[in-house]
């Protein structure tokens, strides 16, 4: 063999032995695991936006279009009828009921994560909403595990990829 050749096969045996290193992946998921951000302890909006911020770049992969953000302050009452509550859940029946484009995702949060449960799950079984109204589309609910399962049933039923992030305080 020649230099050249030898020297070449033994960079690529160093390359796929010091991938195959054990503990390697370990690190990686513990990085991953650090990165994820923490909820702030108050009902501040700025707090929550910013820690909102975070949670959602990380889970932009695969969107090719827009992201709508749907976001309820603490402390909104859903029996005022002009209130941001009623506005919104009117906003995303409207949306649905027009059908939003493959690639886009809808994402859903608020101190009060069954509030906006609440929400999500009136908007989306709104009369008259297709059953493939968010085909190729992400929901991503940001809130509390209580009420991940009833969002994510609201979601698949009208045809979403549906992702949950836990909100951890």
């Known amino acids: ?4 050749l030898l020297l070449a096969t033994a960079i690529a045996a160093t390359l796929l032995l010091s991938a195959c290193q054990p503990g390697q992946g370990e690190d990686e998921a513990q ?3 650090e ?3 923490v909820a702030p302890a108050s009902d501040d ?3 929550w936006k910013a820690y909102l911020g975070q949670v959602i770049s990380q889970n932009m992969d695969g969107i090719t279009e827009r992201t709508f953000n749907y976001y309820l302050p603490a402390g909104v009452d859903p029996a005022e009828p002009e209130g941001p509550y009623s506005r919104m859940k009117t ?4 949306a649905l009921l027009r059908t939003v484009l493959p ?3 809808l994402t859903f949060s608020s101190p009060n994560s069954t509030l906006m449960a609440d929400l999500v799950v009136a908007a989306f079984s709104t009369e008259g909403v297709r059953e493939d109204a968010l085909r190729g589309t992400r929901v991503l609910f940001i809130g509390e595990a209580k009420d991940e399962e009833r ?3 609201a979601a698949l039923a009208v ?3 549906f992702r949950f992030v836990e909100v951890r305080r």
């Open 159 to 161: 045809g979403a990829e």
């Open 91 to 94: 906003d995303v029946s409207n």
């Open 103 to 105: 690639g886009n995702m």
């Open 45 to 47: 909006d700025a707090a």
């Open 35 to 37: 990165a994820v951000p």
């Open 151 to 153: 969002v994510r049933q």
């Open 31 to 33: 990085q991953q695991a």
């Open 1 to 4: 063999m020649n230099r050249p």
